[in-house]
Structures are given as structure tokens and as C-alpha cells.
């Protein structure tokens, strides 16, 4: 499988998922409208399932695919005092301030070819002859980026600009179908997750099988891979999207 190494994150595109979105996309040539889908991988799981609640897509998708995604999750102990309760102020830059250094010098080490390798073979489990020099360049080349670690900070502290909601309640706001395609031996994104987003569905959408109680109803398919399963089982991913894609575009 051919891969084109990124070309990093622009300042600009850093705010949050979804903040860019072009509803003229859903048009096709001469004007016409096209029917979409959407599809993501890890953190783009959920900038699709972010993307699939946007109302300036609702005439044009049909479908929401997570591939691993991932998202935060609601704490079930947590009382809605406890979720709006903010730390003194002054604690709070100081803790920020260490955090930022300590993640910036991870970064640094992180970064590095070799440890991209190494990181990569963990999420690789089924085929870890997928961890080719191109595959690594691919990760490497974005990370050379002046912005880059600032994403990276982000990323690992949560602290994207503006509050993020919960995989709770974009699943709440879903409207469309869903298929989880799920590679089973992810060390990150454990099939735990895919299991509490079924039950979540089910508790916002009910067992609604075929559509049968509402708009979104839920299809998860289990794949022999890592965190990568579009990657590492092409054929077992493709099939199980194309099988999802003709019943969502008939």
C-alpha cells in the first residue's frame, strides 16, 4: 500500500475538528448533490463522528465509520458539581506550565525515527513487516513541522482550544447509521471501547436494528489488527465498509 508522507498541521488547523467544514463539498459536478459518508481512524474517529452531528452535513451523509476511535467518555461517578468544579487558578498555570515542559522533552525523544518504529510494531501486533521505512517516514515527516508541537501538547493534555464534547454525547446527537470497524488487537484502543459505544447507542437509539427505531442504528465488525486496521487488514476493513456502504447508499 502506497502512503504519502503528511505535511504537518498549520496553526490554522489546530482549533478542534470540525471547525472547517464546507457544506458545498456535498455537491458534486454541475451542482448536484452527492451523497457522503464519513470515515476515521483514532483521533480521526472522532472528528468523523464530530463532523457526522454538524446540521450543515444532515441533507448530504449517510453514514458514520469509526475505524479504533477514538474520544473521552463521560465519568459514570462524576456529579455534575464535580465535572464544573475548576482548580485554584494559580495552581492550575503552575501545573500547566510544568506540563508543557515535561511533554515538550517527551517530544523531542518521541520523535525520533527509531522510536517511531518501536511505537508503531506495538500498534502493528498482526503484521509488524507494515513498519516499513515509508511508514515511518510518514509519521516522522508531520513531526518536522514548526507547529507540530503544539499539536502534540494538545493532544496529550487535552487542551485543545475550546471545550471538547464527549463521545456521549456526539452518539446522543448521532443521526445517521454507524459502523464500528475494529481492529480486535489494538494495545490503545482496546475493544472495550467499541463495546461501551454499543451500549451507549443502544441507551440513545435503542437496539433499532436496520434502522428499524430511528435513523442510527449500529453495525460493529471485529478485523485481525492492531490500531490500524485500514492499514494492516486492508481487505478485511474495505469489505466490511463497502457491506456497510450498500446499505447506507440504496
Known amino acids: 500500500m502506497d502512503r504519502e508522507a503528511g505535511t504537518g498541521l498549520r496553526r490554522k488547523y489546530v482549533a478542534g475538528p470540525g471547525r472547517r467544514l464546507h457544506p458545498r463539498r456535498g455537491l458534486g459536478r454541475g451542482g448536484r448533490r452527492r451523497d457522503v459518508a464519513i470515515a476515521g481512524n483514532s483521533l480521526g474517529g472522532y472528528t468523523a463522528l464530530f463532523a457526522s452531528t454538524d446540521e450543515r452535513l444532515a441533507d448530504v451523509l449517510r453514514g458514520t465509520v469509526l475505524l479504533n476511535g477514538a474520544g473521552q467518555f463521560r465519568d459514570p461517578d462524576a456529579s455534575p458539581a ?39 510494531t506495538s500498534v502493528y501486533p498482526v503484521t509488524a513487516e507494515s513498519v516499513d521505512p515509508e511508514l515511518v517516514s510518514s509519521i516522522h515527516t508531520p513531526a518536522l513541522d514548526p507547529d507540530a508541537p503544539e499539536v502534540f501538547f494538545r493532544l496529550i493534555s487535552g487542551k485543545g482550544r475550546g471545550g471538547q464534547p464527549l463521545v456521549d454525547d456526539l452518539l446522543r446527537e448521532l443521526k445517521t447509521p454507524l459502523l464500528l470497524a475494529w481492529g480486535r ?66
Not at 103 to 120: D, N
Open 82 to 120: 464535580e465535572e464544573a468544579e475548576r482548580p485554584n487558578p494559580i495552581i492550575e498555570s503552575v501545573s500547566a506550565a510544568i506540563q508543557r515542559f515535561v511533554i515538550a522533552c517527551s517530544f523531542v525523544y518521541i520523535k525520533q525515527p527509531m522510536r517511531i518504529a518501536q511505537i508503531l
Open 185 to 250: 488487537e489494538d494495545p490503545w484502543i482496546r475493544p472495550a471501547v467499541a463495546d461501551k459505544i454499543e451500549v451507549l447507542h443502544a441507551e440513545f437509539h435503542g437496539e433499532n436494528e436496520g434502522g428499524s427505531n430511528g435513523p442510527s442504528w449500529l453495525e460493529r465488525v471485529d478485523i485481525d489488527a492492531g490500531h490500524c486496521p485500514h492499514d494492516e487488514n486492508p481487505a478485511a476493513a474495505n469489505k466490511a465498509i463497502l457491506d456497510f456502504a450498500e446499505k447506507v447508499f440504496r
